[in-house]
């Protein structure tokens, strides 16, 4: 019964994934949609196999006996999302430490670590607390106003705490690396955070400074190179997957139609069936 259940939970996982991934409507309702293609095939699948687990590999279920195989399955799965978990969490702490051996400087009323380079790049960089990063090379292409600009959009990630919610989906998304359109998802994510982050910094800043921002950075970026940081703990003016999108962002920048994201809770229901193979442990004896 529990290889039944893992066998479902994957069918399930796999068949969810490959719905298609053209986004319905516009980016305000669209989101939804993507972040559940995103999270509940995974979700699903770590409940199963936290629910196996504590089934263990002795008694029956429903008049199946339990196998030594689907109790190794899960708690393989469960241990590497644990061993993944580690890692990342190493990997940001690393990044946070080397973040903080660069100096500080106040740059238009905002404390930011400096870096020393000419690679134009601004981030927010952490976890609950992420630090804004800025190089010299961004500071030496923009002026005062345009550099205003870009704050404005950092301090919109930095209200969002998109680094916070960033490495738990990428934990996720290293986790079913494997399953079917994880990247291509991964990619309409990030997208969709620079897009918010866009939208809210033109509340507090001239839409088409930002844009003018962009389109500088992005002719600097395409002669530079530049180590890159994962998106699962910084949030990157510069990041890559962002260039390659350049023109959804300032097109949705300079468009007169607001962007916020719309939050339908009934639509989000879906959430309580990822919790429903934990409901079968009481029917194990």
Not at 9 to 25: E, N, Q, T, V, W
Not at 83 to 89: A, D, E, F, R
Not at 184 to 198: G, I, K, N, P, T
Request: hydrophobic share 50%; aromatic share 14%.
């Amino acid at each position: 019964m529990h290889a039944l259940m893992i066998l479902l939970a994957l069918g399930l996982a796999f068949s969810i994934r490959l719905m298609s991934l053209k986004l319905l409507g516009n980016w305000r309702k669209s989101w939804q949609r993507s972040l559940f293609l995103f999270l509940f095939p995974p979700l699903l699948l770590l409940m199963t196999a936290v629910a196996v687990s504590c089934m263990g590999y002795k008694g029956t279920m429903l008049g199946w006996r339990a196998s030594w195989l689907s109790y190794m399955l899960a708690i393989g799965f469960v241990t590497f999302a644990g061993i993944l978990g580690v890692k990342l969490s190493y990997q940001a702490w690393r990044s946070r430490q080397k973040i903080c051996a660069y100096p500080q400087q106040i740059v238009e009323g905002k404390i930011a670590r400096i870096l020393e380079t000419n690679f134009p790049y601004s981030a927010q960089i952490g976890f609950l607390n992420p630090e804004l990063v800025i190089s010299k090379g961004l500071l030496n292409i923009l002026d005062r106003e345009h550099i205003i600009a870009v704050l404005a959009h950092e301090q919109a990630h930095y209200n969002n705490r998109d680094t916070f919610w960033f490495f738990w989906l990428g934990w996720l998304r290293s986790l079913t690396f494997w399953l079917p359109n994880t990247e291509s998802l991964w990619q309409e994510l990030l997208l969709l955070r620079e897009l918010r982050a866009d939208r809210q910094a033109i509340q507090q800043v001239d839409s088409l400074l930002l844009a003018e921002s962009l389109l500088l950075v992005a002719q600097q970026v395409s002669q530079s190179s530049f180590i890159d940081i994962s998106a699962s703990f910084c949030a990157a003016l510069s990041d890559p997957t962002s260039h390659s999108r350049l023109k959804e962002r300032i097109d949705l920048i300079l468009s007169e139609d607001s962007f916020y994201l719309t939050y339908n809770w009934w639509y989000w229901s879906w959430i309580f069936f990822v919790f429903l193979p934990l409901v079968t442990v009481p029917l194990h004896y």
